[in-house]
């Protein structure tokens, strides 16, 4: 069956930086678009990142752009999401998600931003 397992979150300073991965299995990873979302407290999940299957190509939200990355290793089964010059409100849940054929989760990672 379908497997993500998120790792990486953790309590950082603002400006800081942490890298989440999300390991994937039960499925073929390289045809899979595969996404980040979050979730903050009393707010609806937004999309964060996304990277194409065969193209790698990346889209990012507004709020992230410029400070997050979205890459992905094949080889590895492997997606992870690069988080530079973290803000306190980047504190949240992260989900890693999956389109194939169907529309899969991880359980999250908690990113927490604080001084």
């Known amino acids: 069956q379908v497997q993500l397992v998120e790792s990486g979150g953790g309590l950082v300073q603002p400006g800081g930086s942490l890298r989440l991965s999300c390991a994937a299995s039960g499925f073929t990873f390289s045809r899979a678009v595969m996404r980040w979302y979050r979730q903050a407290p009393g707010k609806e999940r937004e999309l964060v990142a996304r990277i194409a299957s065969t193209t790698g190509l990346t889209d990012y939200a507004d709020s992230v752009k410029g400070r997050f990355t979205i890459s992905r290793d094949n080889a590895k089964n492997t997606v992870y999401l690069q988080m530079n010059s973290l803000k306190p409100e980047d504190t949240a849940v992260y989900y890693c998600?999956?389109?194939?054929?169907?529309?899969?989760w991880g359980q999250g990672t908690q990113v927490t931003v604080s001084s």
């Open positions: 998600n999956a389109l194939i054929s169907g529309n899969y």
